[in-house]
C-alpha cells in the first residue's frame, strides 16, 4: 500500500528517515515498522508561525518494496541525421540540442564564447584587473549567463512545458535530486560547471556537435529560407532549420539580424540597483530569530510594492551570494548576483528594479534600438561614475533615499571594489523616485531591511532582452524567414535558466514538424 501525506518536521529532521517514519506513521494510525520507505515529493519551509518549519508532501510505503527512480537518459547515435544549428550554448541551446537528439536530429551547436573550464581565466581577469572581454565573461560562453550566475532553478513557467523533465535532466548529469523536490530549487555556481561539461559530453556522444569560438556573424537566407549561417572567420554552415539562442546580451546578434532586414522589436525590460544586506539581518526578519543554526538554510525573499502606478520589485534574489561584475563590453557597469550550492558567504542580495515601458523612454517607438540603447546609456553612466576598472557606483540604503552622499561604504561582496557616489546622477529621475518610496514600505514588510547597513550598488540592467524577436505562436518561426525559431532569453521568450531550457525544448520540436 502506499499513501500520499503532508508531514510537517521541525528543521533538522527533514532529511531523518527514522523521525519521518514516525511522523508519517502517527498520521496514519500505524507502527514506524510497518513503513517500508518514505519518498518526499515536495518540500519546503514555512517561517509564517512563530516557529519554523518544513511542510513536506510525501508517499508512504507501507508494507510494500520502493524501487528508486533512475534519472539516466539513454540517447540514440545522431551523427548521420538532418542537421540543426544552434546558435548559443546557454540553457535553451543546450535543452534544443538534447531535444534535437532524443527526436533524431543532429544538433550543431555554435558558442561565440569558450568551454566552461576556459572561462575561468576570463572572470578572473574581470574580477582582479577589471578587464572585459568580449566574446568570453559571465554572459558568454559554454552554459550561457546561468553557468556563473547562481543556477536558480525557480520559475513560474509552469504552463510553457513540462518543468520536471527539465529537472530531471540536470539529475542525470549530475545534480542531486534535491532540486526535484525543493520548492526553491539552486544548483549553485560552483557546480553548475560540470553539469554542463557533462551535457556538452552527452552532445557529443550522440553525434552531435558542440564548437566554440564560434561566432555567427550572418544568416544565410534565400527566398526567406534559411539555409545556413556564416562564422566570422567566412566558414558557412548549412541547415534548414536555425535555433536563435543567443541571450539577452548578445547585441551584435540584433545589429545582424537588423542589418540583414530581419524583423526584431523594442521591448520593455526593468532597471535599477542590486542592494546588499548582511545575511544574517535577512534571516533574522524571516525566520524570527537571533540566529539562524545550521538545520536552515540562508532565508531569501520576494518584495513588490506599487508606487506611483509602476510595479518596484526584488528580482533574483541571492542568498549567502555575491554580487558580480557581469558586463559584455569595455566601459559599462552591469551587475548580477549569484550564490554558490551552500550559498554559505555572509551577504544576501537582491536585484531591485523598476519596470521600463516604451513610452518611458524618448525617441521612436518604432526604432528597435531604443530601449537597447537607453540601457546601453545607462550602463556606461555608471562606469563612468565608478572611474573605471568596473568599479561599482554604490550608497547606502538610507543616504540613498534621504539624497545623502555615503561617507563610507560598508564592507560588501563585489570584487572590483565600489564607490561612493549619488545613484540619483545615474538612474532616470522616475525611477530614482520610485526606489526612494519602495525600500521604506519594503522596511515595514520585512524588519531589519530598511537600514544604512545595506548597500545599494549599480546598475542591475540586464532584468531581461531590450530588444525582442517575433515569432509564429504556433509554428515558433520568425514570421519573414522560414526555418529561423527565435528562442529563450535574448528573443523575449524566457526569463531563467528552466523557462529558456523549455523553450530551447520548445523550439526543437517546432524544428521536427517544420522538417516534416
Known amino acids: 500500500m502506499t499513501k500520499e501525506l503532508e508531514i510537517v518536521c521541525p528543521p533538522g529532521q527533514q532529511e531523518d528517515e527514522g523521525a519521518l517514519k514516525k511522523i508519517a506513521a502517527n498520521a496514519l494510525h500505524i507502527t514506524p515498522q510497518k513503513i517500508t520507505a518514505i519518498q518526499v515529493l515536495k518540500r519546503s519551509i514555512d517561517a509564517r508561525g512563530r516557529r519554523v518549519v518544513y511542510r513536506m508532501q510525501v508517499k508512504v510505503f507501507v508494507d510494500e518494496v520502493?524501487?528508486?527512480?533512475?534519472?539516466?537518459?539513454?540517447?540514440?547515435?545522431?551523427?548521420?541525421?538532418?542537421?540543426?544549428?544552434?546558435?548559443?550554448?546557454?540553457?535553451?541551446g543546450l535543452f534544443a540540442a538534447l531535444q534535437c537528439i532524443a527526436q533524431g536530429q543532429k544538433p550543431i551547436v555554435l558558442e561565440r564564447g569558450k568551454a566552461v573550464k576556459d572561462r575561468r581565466r576570463d572572470l578572473a581577469n574581470i574580477n582582479k584587473q577589471g578587464l572585459v572581454n568580449p566574446e568570453s565573461n559571465y554572459c558568454f560562453g559554454e552554459g550561457g549567463a546561468g553557468t556563473y550566475?547562481?543556477?536558480?532553478?525557480?520559475?513560474?513557467?509552469?504552463?510553457?512545458?513540462?518543468?520536471?523533465?527539465?529537472?530531471?535532466?540536470?539529475?542525470?548529469?549530475?545534480?542531486?535530486?534535491?532540486?526535484?523536490i525543493d520548492a526553491r530549487p539552486h544548483i549553485g555556481t560552483n557546480k553548475l560547471?560540470?553539469?554542463?561539461?557533462?551535457?556538452?559530453e552527452t552532445i557529443l556522444n550522440a553525434g552531435g556537435e558542440v564548437r566554440f569560438d564560434a561566432k555567427v556573424t550572418e544568416l544565410l537566407i534565400e527566398?526567406?529560407?534559411?539555409?545556413?549561417v556564416q562564422l566570422a572567420g567566412g566558414e558557412k554552415?548549412?541547415?534548414?532549420?536555425?535555433?536563435?539562442?543567443?541571450?539577452?546580451?548578445?547585441?551584435?546578434?540584433?545589429?545582424?539580424?537588423?542589418r540583414q532586414h530581419i524583423l526584431i522589436e523594442a521591448k520593455p525590460f526593468a532597471l535599477g540597483v542590486r542592494i546588499e544586506h548582511s545575511q544574517q539581518i535577512i534571516d533574522q526578519a524571516q525566520y524570527h530569530c537571533e540566529y539562524r543554526g545550521e538545520d536552515l538554510p540562508p532565508s531569501y525573499y520576494n518584495l513588490v510594492e506599487q508606487v506611483d502606478g509602476r510595479g518596484v520589485f526584488s528580482f533574483c534574489m541571492c542568498p549567502g551570494g555575491?554580487?558580480?561584475?557581469?558586463?559584455?563590453?569595455?566601459?559599462?557597469?552591469?551587475?548580477?548576483?549569484?550564490?554558490?550550492s551552500k550559498r554559505n558567504n555572509p551577504y544576501a542580495n537582491s536585484g531591485t528594479v523598476v519596470q521600463v515601458n516604451l513610452e518611458d523612454v524618448e525617441g521612436d517607438n518604432n526604432d528597435p534600438f531604443k530601449m537597447l540603447n537607453f540601457q546601453h546609456h545607462i550602463e556606461q553612466l555608471a562606469y563612468k561614475a565608478g572611474g573605471g576598472n568596473l568599479v561599482a557606483p554604490a550608497?547606502?540604503?538610507?543616504?540613498?533615499?534621504?539624497?545623502?552622499?555615503?561617507?563610507?561604504?560598508?564592507?560588501?561582496?563585489?570584487?572590483?571594489?565600489?564607490?561612493?557616489?549619488?545613484?540619483?546622477?545615474?538612474?532616470?529621475?522616475w525611477i530614482t523616485e520610485r526606489l526612494r518610496k519602495a525600500l521604506p514600505a519594503f522596511g515595514k514588510k520585512m524588519k531589519g531591511y530598511y537600514t544604512n547597513e545595506a548597500i545599494l550598488v549599480g546598475v542591475e540592467s540586464r532584468t531581461s532582452s531590450p530588444i525582442k524577436v517575433p515569432r509564429d505562436k504556433e509554428t515558433l518561426q520568425h514570421p519573414q524567414v522560414k526555418g529561423l525559431f527565435p528562442c529563450g532569453e535574448g528573443a523575449g521568450y524566457a526569463g531563467g535558466i528552466i523557462s529558456a531550457a523549455i523553450d530551447g525544448i520548445n523550439c526543437a520540436?517546432?524544428?521536427l514538424n517544420h522538417d516534416l
Open 395 to 429: 550608497q547606502r540604503m538610507i543616504d540613498f533615499v534621504e539624497g545623502r552622499l555615503s561617507t563610507d561604504l560598508p564592507k560588501n561582496s563585489y570584487l572590483p571594489g565600489v564607490k561612493s557616489v549619488q545613484l540619483k546622477d545615474i538612474l532616470p529621475g
Open 223 to 228: 527566398n526567406d529560407t534559411i539555409k545556413g
Open 193 to 200: 560547471p560540470q553539469i554542463i561539461t557533462a551535457m556538452r
Open 237 to 258: 554552415l548549412y541547415a534548414n532549420a536555425v535555433i536563435l539562442a543567443t541571450g539577452h546580451s548578445a547585441r551584435d546578434v540584433f545589429e545582424m539580424l537588423h
Open 149 to 180: 550566475s547562481d543556477g536558480k532553478l525557480y520559475t513560474r513557467s509552469t504552463k510553457r512545458g513540462d518543468v520536471n523533465q527539465v529537472l530531471k535532466t540536470f539529475v542525470a548529469h549530475g545534480a542531486t535530486e534535491d532540486i526535484l
Open 66 to 92: 520502493h524501487q528508486p527512480e533512475t534519472y539516466n537518459v539513454t540517447y540514440p547515435n545522431v551523427k548521420n541525421g538532418q542537421p540543426v544549428i544552434i546558435v548559443g550554448a546557454g540553457p535553451a
Open 322 to 340: 555575491i554580487i558580480a561584475p557581469c558586463a559584455t563590453e569595455p566601459e559599462e557597469i552591469v551587475v548580477n548576483g549569484w550564490s554558490p
Open 509 to 511: 520540436v517546432a524544428c
